[in-house]
């Protein structure tokens, strides 16, 4: 049975790794063609995490907490 679980664990991590989200950035570099992952571009094409926001062109959360990697790619 454990071995069950196991099998299915790793199709779902290849799913997953089949569609692969860009993660934001944690600060706009603010260059004129803006770059995939700006999170000024993802957030005005609707691609951004959601709990995600952006001011004064920084990455914030909504609730006020810090913005880590981690949890951004948890999320992600």
């Not at 679980?5 to 570099?29: I, T």
């Not at 952006?54 to 790619?73: H, N, P, S, W």
């Amino acid at each position: 049975m454990a071995k069950d679980k196991a099998k299915d664990a790793s199709k779902s991590a290849s799913k997953s790794e089949a569609k692969v989200r860009k993660l934001p950035k944690l600060e706009c570099c603010e260059s004129k063609t803006k770059c995939g992952r700006c999170p000024l571009r993802m957030l005005k094409e609707g691609t951004l995490p959601p709990g995600y926001t952006v001011k004064k062109r920084k990455l914030v959360r909504v609730d006020g907490k810090k913005v880590t990697k981690k949890k951004l790619a948890e999320v992600a």
